[in-house]
T-cell receptor, first 113, second 113 residues
Framework: EPEVTQTPSHQVTQMGQEVILRCVPI?????FYWYRQILGQKVEFLVS????????KSEIFDDQFSVERPDGSNFTLKIRSTKLEDSAMYFC???????????FGPGTRLTVT | KQEVTQIPAALSVPEGENLVLNCSFT??????LQWFRQDPGKGLTSLLL?????REQTSGRLNASLDKSSGRSTLYIAASQPGDSATYLC????????????FGTGTRLQVFP
């Protein structure tokens, strides 16, 4: 069964460093999302992406964040200058055209020290 | 601000019991609803999606209903098993013109043999 994959599973970085989190959505999906979950808190929406454009973003998704689909299979989330409060589990999700169900990847645990 | 409450927050039951998990959107604005399962430190597994035009969905021992007029959804788990132990999350977009999932607080379920 097709699934969303994410790499790395765990990333440790120092405050101020740039990180790139990678996702491979389900192959025929065209709608992509990033969510995050701070330990012990709710899952929060960050951004949605379709047709090489951001469709919607939350107030969390400020100028430090960016997303890109660099090729036909990958979808990335970049944090330019990480802060301690960026430590969280980051989930990528994808959805097929005309469908409503979002499929989530296993997540990348980001630890900022 | 849209809030999603899940009751109970935690539940511990013996194997074989039938369970009811509740999800409520504060302002009743919910378009469709997705139930997820999250194992500790893991990603989100989609269990059921109830589309806007539907009132319920069934998958195996799981049955979910959606009452849009009240903004409430219920997940029934029949004949619970220890393998059902996980956190259950409900999530949905507020309207037809957004894919942004708003997540609930979760119900942590433990089923003991």
């Amino acid at each position: 069964e097709p699934e969303v994959t994410q790499t790395p599973s765990h990333q440790v970085t120092q405050m101020g460093q740039e990180v790139i989190l990678r996702c491979v959505p389900i192959s025929n999906h065209l709608y992509f999302y990033w969510y995050r979950q701070i330990l012990g808190q709710k899952v929060e929406f960050l951004v949605s992406f379709y047709n090489n454009e951001i469709s919607e973003k939350s107030e969390i998704f400020d100028d430090q964040f960016s997303v890109e689909r660099p090729d036909g299979s990958n979808f990335t989330l970049k944090i330019r200058s990480t802060k301690l409060e960026d430590s969280a589990m980051y989930f990528c999700a994808s959805k097929g055209t005309g469908l409503y169900e979002q499929y989530f990847g296993p997540g990348t645990r980001l630890t900022v020290t | 601000k849209q809030e999603v409450t899940q009751i109970p927050a935690a539940l511990s039951v013996p194997e074989g019991e039938n369970l009811v998990l509740n999800c409520s959107f504060t302002d009743s604005a919910i378009y469709n609803l997705q139930w997820f399962r999250q194992d500790p430190g893991k990603g989100l597994t989609s269990l059921l999606l109830i589309q806007s035009s539907q009132r319920e969905q069934t998958s195996g021992r799981l049955n979910a209903s959606l009452d849009k007029s009240s903004g409430r959804s219920t997940l029934y788990i029949a004949a619970s098993q220890p393998g059902d132990s996980a956190t259950y999350l409900c999530a949905g977009p507020r309207s037809y013109n957004t894919d942004k999932l708003i997540f609930g607080t979760g119900t942590r379920l433990q089923v003991f043999p």
